[in-house]
């Protein structure tokens, strides 16, 4: 039996590329419509209901779990489909969509990501939050781009330190050029609708959490903000990609940006940008 010596930041991360690579080489397979549209008929301890592609990307994911518990780390899977899985610690927590923008894939729009973070603190599986995150990666497997970050280590697209301006574009009225939504229902939208007005020159509704904090992250939006409650397996990685990108996050309450749990239920709206004052402006763009 291998020695349980826990796993570097680098070592989780070349992991989580791997189960990326294993989940977008199945889905590129996966070609007809009736194929990619197809439900399992249960619905994930996530809410959502699942899709085989959605099972079958966990199924994967697991695989490298299972092998990294096998060389000897040791950790709790918080999973959107699975939910919690015990792999022998409670001080390590691995927080995971299978397939973040799940409509996307189905769909056969581009932009749908594996998400995967990693918290260590004691008892982070019970009582951890965004705060405890350490590295996470975010894989885009639309144009295949692999965001990375380390906790006080730096922020990576495709190994490449992450460059991006410390302020927001804004037009000459003002506003915010470019802010990704997500939750974007209509009635979701139509609630935003003033604040929206108020803050925005246009929008982008990617449909993925996971990657519109990224785009915040390269500087590719100046802000994103989900309209309604999101769940930490949505955010976990992305929200320290942008920290780590010189950016800010919160969930909700910009007194206590990042205390936010990591489980399967919905909390406060993620919303994200490039500064300070940016933040204070896309957190108005929530309802929920
Ligand atoms: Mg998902």
């Given at each position: 039996?291998?020695?349980?010596?826990?796993?570097?930041?680098?070592?989780?991360?070349?992991?989580?590329?791997r189960?990326?690579?294993?989940?977008?080489?199945r889905?590129?397979?996966v070609t007809?419509?009736?194929?990619?549209?197809?439900?399992?008929?249960?619905?994930?301890e996530?809410?959502?209901r699942?899709?085989?592609?959605?099972?079958?990307?966990?199924?994967?994911?697991?695989?490298?779990?299972?092998?990294?518990h096998?060389?000897?780390?040791?950790?709790?899977?918080l999973?959107?489909?699975r939910?919690?899985?015990d792999?022998?610690s409670?001080?390590?927590?691995?927080?995971?969509?299978?397939?973040?923008?799940?409509?996307?894939?189905?769909?056969?729009?581009p932009?749908?990501?594996?998400?995967?973070?990693?918290?260590?603190?004691?008892?982070?599986?019970?009582?951890g939050?965004?705060?405890?995150?350490?590295?996470?990666?975010?894989?885009?497997?639309g144009?295949?781009?692999?965001?990375?970050?380390?906790?006080?280590?730096?922020?990576?697209?495709?190994?490449?330190?992450?460059?991006?301006a410390?302020?927001?574009?804004?037009?000459?009225?003002?506003?915010?050029?470019?802010?990704?939504?997500?939750?974007?229902?209509?009635?979701?939208?139509?609630a935003?609708?003033?604040?929206?007005?108020?803050?925005?020159?246009?929008l982008?509704?990617?449909?993925?959490?996971?990657?519109?904090?990224?785009?915040?992250?390269?500087?590719?939006?100046?802000g994103?903000?989900?309209?309604?409650?999101?769940?930490?397996?949505?955010?976990?990685?992305?929200?320290?990609i942008?920290?780590?990108?010189?950016?800010?996050?919160?969930?909700?309450?910009?007194?206590?940006?990042?205390?936010?749990?990591?489980?399967?239920?919905?909390?406060g709206?993620v919303?994200?940008?490039?500064?300070a004052?940016?933040?204070?402006?896309?957190?108005q763009?929530?309802?929920?």
């Amino acid at each position: 039996m291998a020695s349980s010596v826990q796993p570097a930041p680098e070592t989780w991360i070349a992991a989580f590329n791997r189960a990326a690579d294993r989940v977008r080489d199945r889905l590129s397979e996966v070609t007809a419509d009736a194929d990619r549209l197809a439900e399992t008929g249960t619905t994930g301890e996530g809410g959502d209901r699942t899709l085989v592609i959605d099972a079958e990307a966990e199924d994967l994911i697991f695989a490298e779990l299972d092998a990294l518990h096998e060389q000897g780390a040791r950790f709790t899977a918080l999973s959107e489909e699975r939910g919690t899985v015990d792999y022998g610690s409670p001080d390590v927590l691995l927080v995971i969509d299978p397939i973040d923008g799940s409509m996307n894939a189905k769909r056969g729009m581009p932009h749908h990501a594996v998400s995967i973070a990693v918290a260590e603190g004691p008892a982070v599986a019970t009582t951890g939050t965004m705060a405890d995150v350490v590295c996470g990666l975010v894989a885009d497997l639309g144009p295949d781009e692999r965001w990375t970050a380390i906790r006080g280590a730096g922020a990576w697209l495709d190994g490449a330190p992450i460059v991006a301006a410390a302020e927001e574009r804004l037009t000459s009225a003002g506003k915010l050029e470019l802010v990704a939504i997500e939750s974007a229902h209509p009635a979701h939208v139509m609630a935003s609708g003033e604040a929206l007005l108020e803050h925005v020159h246009r929008l982008r509704a990617v449909g993925a959490i996971a990657i519109s904090l990224c785009a915040v992250a390269g500087g590719r939006c100046d802000g994103m903000a989900s309209l309604w409650r999101c769940r930490a397996v949505d955010a976990a990685a992305g929200q320290l990609i942008v920290r780590e990108s010189g950016g800010h996050v919160a969930f909700g309450d910009l007194d206590a940006p990042l205390d936010s749990p990591l489980d399967l239920v919905a909390h406060g709206p993620v919303v994200a940008a490039r500064s300070a004052a940016g933040l204070a402006r896309v957190a108005q763009l929530p309802h929920g």
